[in-house]
């Protein structure tokens, strides 16, 4: 399982930050073989909504949504180089801020390509019911069936 290092219960940040990731798959090796790991991964993100630097709620939020939400806001989708994930603020309708990270095409891909890199068995993915229409374009584009 490599996701929820933050939560609807925690405060805001990646989802799955890619040297977690790292460190897990790592951390798995120790005690199996590598043919025998299926890295769990995200498909969604966390939009919490803020008061004073505090978190009031959060929520789990489709990526399709966290970009509708990004554009009906018209606010720029930042990148983190260090956690390799999208994010962004916006104020909501009232004027609450709000933060959202978010899994996205690249950062599925990345955590993809590990499963190429590392040579593990497979990878699952969590997704909490919401709709993550380019996870079956990267399943094709980076892992085949074995015959």
């Known amino acids: 399982m490599a996701y929820d290092w933050h ?3 925690s ?8 040297k977690e990731v790292r460190k897990t798959i790592e951390y798995a ?21 803020m ?7 959060a929520r789990a939020i ?18 983190s180089i260090e956690d390799q994930r999208p994010f962004y603020r916006y104020q909501d309708g009232s004027g609450k801020l709000h933060i959202v990270w978010f899994e996205d095409a690249k950062a599925l891909a990345q955590k993809r390509q590990m499963i190429v890199d590392y040579r593990l068995k497979g990878i699952e993915a969590w ?15 980076f892992l085949t069936k074995k015959l």
């Open 62 to 79: 489709s990526v399709m949504d966290t970009i509708e939400t990004a554009m009906k806001y018209q606010v720029p989708i930042q990148y």
């Open 29 to 49: 090796q120790k005690f199996m073989r590598r043919n025998k790991i299926i890295l769990g991964v995200p498909r969604y993100g966390y939009d919490w909504t």
């Open 7 to 9: 939560e609807a219960s």
């Open 51 to 57: 008061s004073n630097g505090a978190v009031m709620s």
């Open 127 to 141: 997704q909490l019911g919401l709709h993550f229409p380019q996870a079956g374009y990267l399943v094709d584009e």
């Open 11 to 18: 405060p805001p940040g990646p989802v799955a930050p890619i």
